[in-house]
């Protein structure tokens, strides 16, 4: 495996652009929401890679301080009912605020309206402590990998059905 933190890599045009087109398959205003909170875990996470996956389901940014999914410690996902942020450990994040949502095993996520959420202080602390348990830790410079991961043929629609 490439050592995901060497060098000050940065997102080939044709990832972006892939990824662009994923972000446009939704609704104006999760587009915008989408890319809101892109930029503001870019900031929060300078040398994170972010992994990609258009799958059936769900569309997904991980934030990653390797290219192995196991080590994203936020993820936006997307589908046509709306954004959220997902953390892959969060089962064993403190939440003494009962904010996560979810039951199983490991995944737990918050829904999000806005970007704003990130600046909530229980969500910055939940963010804190997922990075403080990451077994990988973020490098001090380089990374920012942009890696699209999966693309399924089939996918439920990411905008609702005209009412």
Request: aromatic share 6%; net charge positive.
């Amino acid at each position: 495996m490439k050592n995901a933190t060497k060098g000050a890599a940065k997102p080939s045009r044709d990832a972006e652009k892939q990824l662009q087109g994923f972000i446009n398959k939704f609704e104006p205003k999760h587009q915008a929401l989408i890319r809101a909170l892109r930029r503001a875990l870019r900031k929060r996470l300078p040398t994170a890679n972010e992994l990609v996956w258009d799958n059936y389901n769900f569309f997904v940014i991980g934030y990653s301080a390797t290219e192995r999914p196991s080590d994203s410690v936020i993820s936006i996902a997307g589908a046509a009912n709306g954004v959220g942020l997902a953390f892959y450990r969060g089962a064993t994040l403190p939440d003494p605020n009962k904010i996560l949502q979810g039951s199983g095993s490991q995944n737990r996520f918050l829904r999000a309206d806005s970007a704003a959420i990130l600046q909530r202080p229980e969500v910055e602390a939940l963010i804190a402590a997922a990075i403080a348990q990451n077994t990988a830790p973020f490098a001090s410079s380089g990374g920012k990998k942009l890696i699209i991961r999966s693309i399924s043929k089939k996918q439920k629609p990411r905008k609702r059905p005209a009412e």
